[in-house]
């Protein structure tokens, strides 16, 4: 069975991937701390939103969702997005989720690498994602 937080973490994946910076700032607090390893640190909605914002594209991202793993107030989605320059990277983001009904990410931690070949779009492992 699906729980409530996977699918949170489902759909927050995916407003990243469209570029949908109005439902992602809903789904942070004000406190956010995203920790990009080897690039920077980012710290509170003000400072978040800007990074965003420096994103922007115009045409949405393609993104595979490999696995979401919860436990407790922690979880974890890796997976493959395409950028807008059309290369291929495999991510893996740790979450600190905050909240049950309306849950709320306070930490991530974001591992991002370049990658070829077959590891470049695989489907999510659980087929009841497509569902939701």
């Not at 390893?37 to 909605?45: A, L, P, Q, R, T």
Request: with cysteine; charged share 25%; proline share 2%.
């Amino acid at each position: 069975m699906i729980s409530h937080k996977e699918i949170f973490l489902k759909k927050f994946n995916e407003a990243f991937a469209r570029g949908d910076f109005e439902y992602i700032l809903n789904c942070v607090t004000d406190d956010i701390r995203w920790n990009m390893i080897g690039d920077k640190i980012i710290e509170g909605k003000k400072a978040f939103t800007k990074a965003l914002h420096e994103m922007e594209n115009e045409s949405p991202m393609e993104l595979s969702i490999h696995n979401i793993i919860t436990h407790g107030d922690m979880a974890a989605v890796n997976g493959t997005i395409r950028s807008h320059g059309k290369k291929w990277y495999g991510f893996c983001d740790i979450y600190k989720v905050l909240g049950y009904k309306n849950p709320q990410i306070q930490e991530m931690t974001s591992y991002v690498i370049e990658v070829n070949g077959e590891h470049q779009h695989q489907k999510l492992r659980v087929s009841n994602y497509e569902k939701s």
